[in-house]
């Protein structure tokens, strides 16, 4: 099974379903709401995460992160950064070891939330490297899901404006599944529902002649 390459192609993804998605959303755009959020979060102990900022048009001009999703298996908490900022306990949480917090591409989201301060990230699993194991080769959120769900993630909302003053309810779905989607991703692979050897998106496998060098060997 070492061979074995799992991808996905963007044609074959548009004719899936979309992701199906019953969990509850909350807008945190207080202190307050946040310090309420983050204690049912730790208590938790392993949440999807991941962050939105608002697109920019105009060469070398940055926008910090406006959004941060944090999910458990049924609920997301959106926390508006554009309007709270990072706030000592945010930080405290993101850097608390034992709140394993799952994510996709990771590296990148720190280094924009780098913009608004110091953080030392703590806990967290980078999806991209994690389904290596599993035999997946592809690295983006809604291959991967497609992969092992059979369902699309639309990125319709992506490039919206995440500062909005109010968030639209596809932005909050959008932003919600997202996060969602890596905790889901993970608990799937972790309990051993998926097996690689079956899928049907295998693009390469050792060929007859491998396997009987393997063998001999």
């Known amino acids: 099974m070492q061979n074995i390459n ?12 979309p992701v199906q998605y ?29 962050t939105e900022t608002r697109p920019s048009f105009r060469k070398g001009h940055l926008h910090k992160v406006a959004l ?5 298996d049924d ?16 930080v405290d949480f993101l850097q608390n070891p034992a709140v394993k917090k799952i994510g996709l591409s990771v590296h990148d989201d ?26 997946i080769a592809d690295t983006s959120l ?27 309810p596809q932005q909050q779905r959008y932003a919600a599944i997202d996060a969602w989607a890596c905790l889901r991703i993970y608990r799937h692979l972790c309990e051993g529902l998926f097996n690689p050897a079956e899928s049907p998106y295998i693009v390469a496998e050792p060929t007859t002649t491998d396997n009987n060098i393997q063998k001999q060997l």
Do not use: H
Not at 22 to 30: A, L, S
Not at 110 to 135: D, M, N
């Open 6 to 17: 799992i991808a996905i192609s963007k044609d074959i993804i548009s004719q899936l379903p």
């Open 22 to 50: 019953n969990g509850g959303i909350q807008v945190v755009d207080t202190i307050d709401k946040a310090r309420i959020a983050l204690r049912e979060l730790s208590r938790a102990r392993i949440v999807g995460f991941d």
């Open 68 to 72: 941060m999703q944090l999910s458990t």
């Open 75 to 90: 609920f997301c908490f959106l926390f508006r950064l554009n309007k709270l900022g990072m706030f000592a306990q945010l």
């Open 110 to 135: 720190f280094s924009v939330l780098g913009r608004s301060g110091e953080i030392a990230p703590e806990g967290f699993v980078e999806l991209q490297s994690f389904v290596k194991q599993y035999c």
């Open 142 to 168: 809604q291959k991967i899901y497609a992969i092992i769900f059979g369902e699309c993630i639309s990125k319709g909302q992506r490039l919206t404006n995440w500062e909005a003053e109010e968030l639209t």
